[in-house]
Structure formats: C-alpha cells, structure tokens
C-alpha cells in the first residue's frame, strides 16, 4: 500500500476522532460563554414558540 493513501477505515477513525475535538472544543466555549453571562438574576424571558405568539399591533 502506498504511504500517502490512508485505508478506508482509518479515515473513519481519523474523521470520528476530528469531530469529536470540535464537538469538546465548541462544548468547552459554550460553557464559558455561559459562565461569563451568569451576572445577576436567571433570565426570566419566556423561551419557544408561547413567546412568539404575541401578535404586534400596528
């Protein structure tokens, strides 16, 4: 086999282990975002789509 070519299942094995860096990586950041915000009071907007329902009124 020629050394610049990587067998089928190793390039699975390279890709899962990339994906799951990036994924511990953005979980990482996401956490210290959410450490960062925390000053003050929980957030008590309502979340999903019961706040969307509210119709605007011109």
């Keep these: 086999m020629d050394d610049k ?13 990339r994906l799951a860096d990036e994924l511990r990586a953005n979980l990482q950041k996401r956490k210290a975002q959410s450490r ?3 000053t003050g009071e929980a957030d008590l ?5 019961a706040a969307s329902k509210e119709i605007q009124k011109d």
């Design 36 to 38: 960062s915000r925390r």
């Design 5 to 17: 070519t990587i067998p089928p299942k190793n390039r699975a094995t390279i890709r899962k282990d």
């Design 45 to 49: 907007r309502p979340d999903g789509l």
